[in-house]
């Protein structure tokens, strides 16, 4: 959480820094108390400006890894490796949370320039890094559409055999159901073999004229 507040002469300022750790976005929790000037009364750095330039480099180094992380899946998905559910769901998260941070580094940073606390390049930085989170963001999303996109593809393709060997099976259960009634005046019923090899025939044909069209 960001937070600036003012307490009689001091302002207290809590700046999150964020990392990647094990697939999970960890929160380390820096809170500054500062003078009207912006001289560091409490903290554990020696400037406010230090403590928002790690917050930024550690949200920066977040977004890469996220990034790379996003750019292994989208590879794998394109060259039809198997990619895990929870892999994907986990890059999302981050991607997610990660824009979260960069939102509310971005407020923060808008109000502590405004209040001459940190320098215009910072502010700037920072505005930056939430538009890479966002598109980060949407990285994401669009690697989850070819994740889906990609599985609805295999289910189409096992329908499509499925159906196809269904299809195959039908000329053997048009002749199996007359000649399995047992009836001693149909052609060739004494016959079994030959029986066996017409179903053979049919069905092979059958499948060559579903190949053709």
Not at 3 to 17: F, K, L, Q
Not at 90 to 116: F, N, P
């Amino acid at each position: 959480m960001a937070y600036i507040y003012d307490e009689g002469e001091h302002t207290v300022v809590h700046i999150p820094i964020v990392s990647l750790k094990e697939g999970e976005v960890v929160e380390e929790a820096v809170e500054f108390v500062v003078d009207k000037g912006g001289r560091v009364v409490k903290g554990p750095l020696a400037s406010l400006q230090e403590a928002y330039h790690k917050a930024l480099e550690s949200l920066s180094h977040a977004l890469s890894q996220t990034e790379t992380l996003l750019d292994g899946l989208e590879y794998k998905l394109e060259m039809e490796e198997p990619v895990k559910p929870g892999e994907l769901y986990a890059a999302s998260y981050m991607a997610h949370a990660l824009y979260y941070y960069a939102a509310l580094l971005h407020q923060l940073g808008d109000e502590l320039y405004r209040r001459g606390l940190i320098a215009h390049r910072q502010a700037n930085y920072s505005r930056y890094l939430r538009r890479r989170a966002l598109m980060l963001r949407r990285y994401a999303r669009d690697i989850r559409l070819l994740h889906a996109t990609v599985v609805q593809l295999s289910l189409n393709e096992s329908m499509k055999k499925l159906t196809w060997l269904g299809t195959i099976a039908l000329p053997a259960l048009v002749i199996t159901s007359f000649y399995g009634m047992n009836l001693e005046w149909l052609p060739l019923a004494n016959h079994p073999l030959i029986v066996f090899a017409f179903l053979a025939i049919a069905s092979i044909s059958f499948a060559y004229i579903l190949n053709k069209i």
